[in-house]
């Protein structure tokens, strides 16, 4: 997590802010609280839920393809395991 460009790592973290804002999805502020009370740093955590929401929007940009809520919605819930692992 530590390779990212810094500028826009801080970008998606505030896309992040954003969707727990405007509780949407709903899954993004579950996941949020589910991992604060599982006693991970915040900063960590919002790192952890920009790294789902950066590989959900690579994988859009590398297929063409549309928003995958499904599948970013399991990708939260399988936190703290990333996508990638």
Known sequence: MDETNPYLGKVIIEAVREQIA??????????????????????????????????????????????DRQLYIRQLRDLPKLPWE
């Open 22 to 67: 405007i509780d949407d999805p709903p899954e993004v502020k579950k996941t949020y609280d589910r991992l604060i009370a599982d006693g991970h740093p915040e900063e960590e955590v919002f790192k952890m839920l920009a790294c789902v929401l950066s590989t959900e929007m690579f994988e859009i940009m590398k297929q063409k393809r549309v928003f």
